[in-house]
């Protein structure tokens, strides 16, 4: 017999049964559901909305079904629907009648809202952690290349001279965003929507804050119809956790790309590698190459839930049923890629000689070129026009600009002299930009440290 099952005459068909329920994948909300059901509990023994003893039987009996899910003792019915009726029909088989009153003042639609808010919030916190954890690395990384010269690209060409350390830390601001998002997110889905009900609330005395207090939310839902139909909360989780999958795919394909022969900018780990099961040669970088994939899950697990949500007529729905399998997979996938993303970047081994050598390469100093006859009091737009003339002169003669002499420098202005060789030096160019923002290795160090300090406020998610 159904828990809801008086109201009607014939039983559910099997096919029904099986294509209800929701226990094969929301039995991943065990803990929150049952810490909420102990709160529960607690506060209608405390209002008296039922007996002390009955209370204190129901909590005694909700740890113990706690314990044997944790040790894997518990066998989950599928005719019991979900997460929250096979603990109700286990706690009532276990302590008796006492536990037909667990579910007084309460909603199973309150309810799945309460733990995936816990949910939510433990996975904000947990992401968080995961994200530190990356931002420091990336930190040692920078730290450890202040003076490593690299060519900078856009659209894939080269463009000009910087350093690893600054490429590093656009990475840093990209993940300290992200860190950032989360906490809003986790801020947001801090409110406790048990005492709802269906959709109304309920005539019992519940003392709602008193709940709210024992599972750490800090305040609660203002409106019940709202209270149990929101799922902006798993929607903003999704969205913090596809961006920083967007950020991850893009380091990835760089991380792919510095790997080829073509580049040889970096050497990947062994131990982060695979192989060909046919050309012996090969060293494949998969791992970047699997994370650059999933980012595309975690987006459909998004666009999933964005398009159940966008037709829903207040309150519950059961359509809703569809945000946790999106919830658990997105989570399951963000988690596996920082962890492994983070370990693969330790790793690696960056090659400052090939990336020098590249930047020498491709004319990066260009726009030093142009600034130099900037400075002799030539107006900008001119200077971009000689050194382009200069520029296509030295692809014929297959020169870098570097490599001109003194004279064919100023067969395109007289006023050129011996100094230009140091204005095009690579280093010398990256080290010019040290307005904020900029490559100079002091300002990287600079704002290395700014993020360092960033990074201890957060200090309280790191694992």
Request: proline share 3%; with cysteine.
């Amino acid at each position: 017999m159904k828990l809801w099952g008086g109201r009607f005459e014939k039983a559910t068909n099997p096919a029904v049964d099986d294509f209800h329920s929701s226990i094969r994948f929301d039995q991943a909300l065990y803990k929150q559901d049952i810490a909420g059901s102990i709160a529960h509990a607690r506060m209608l023994g405390n209002q008296g909305i039922i007996a002390d003893g009955d209370a204190r039987a129901i909590i005694a009996g909700l740890q113990g079904i706690l314990a044997d899910i944790a040790a894997g003792r518990v066998q989950f019915d599928t005719a019991a629907e979900d997460i929250h009726m096979n603990v109700e029909a286990l706690l009532t088989q276990r302590i008796g009648d006492a536990g037909k009153r667990l579910h007084t003042g309460r909603s199973r639609n309150d309810q799945v809202a309460l733990d995936c808010r816990m949910y939510v919030k433990d996975a904000c916190g947990r992401a968080i952690g995961l994200l530190c954890a990356l931002l420091d690395t990336l930190l040692c990384t920078a730290q450890a290349h202040t003076h490593t010269v690299m060519p900078g690209f856009t659209h894939l060409q080269k463009a000009q001279p910087v350093t690893l350390a600054f490429h590093m830390m656009a990475y840093a601001e990209m993940f300290s965003r992200d860190i950032t998002r989360f906490a809003d997110c986790l801020a947001r889905s801090d409110v406790m929507p048990l005492g709802s009900g269906a959709l109304a609330g309920t005539t019992y005395p519940l003392d709602r804050a008193a709940v709210a207090d024992e599972l750490g939310f800090t305040a609660i839902t203002q409106n019940a119809m709202d209270g149990v139909s929101d799922r902006d909360f798993v929607l903003e989780f999704l969205f913090c956790a596809s961006t920083v999958m967007m950020h991850l795919s893009r380091f990835c394909e760089e991380i792919i790309l510095w790997a080829s022969d073509e580049y040889k900018f970096v050497v990947l780990d062994d131990a982060f590698s695979t192989g060909s099961s046919i050309m012996p040669q090969k060293k494949n970088p998969d791992v970047a190459e699997l994370i650059r994939g999933k980012t595309g899950r975690v987006y459909g697990d998004l666009m999933a839930l964005l398009t159940v949500m966008k037709g829903l007529p207040l309150a519950y729905n059961k359509d809703m049923q569809e945000d946790k399998e999106a919830l658990f997979d997105a989570c399951n996938t963000l988690f596996a890629c920082v962890d492994v993303f983070t370990q693969m970047l330790s790793t690696c081994a960056f090659q400052p000689q090939r990336m020098a050598d590249s930047a020498a390469g491709g004319f990066t100093n260009a726009t030093d070129a142009a600034d130099y006859l900037v400075g002799r009091g030539i107006p900008f737009r001119q200077a971009h026009e000689i050194i382009g003339s200069m520029v296509l002169y030295c692809i014929k003669q297959r020169k870098a600009l570097g490599d001109l002499t003194l004279a064919e420098f100023q067969n395109f202005h007289p006023d050129i002299d011996e100094d230009i060789y140091a204005a095009l030096d690579a280093i010398a160019c990256v080290r010019r930009r040290n307005l904020p923002g900029g490559p100079a290795p002091d300002t990287v160090m600079a704002h290395i440290t700014s993020v360092r300090e960033f990074l201890g406020r957060y200090h309280s998610f790191c694992q």
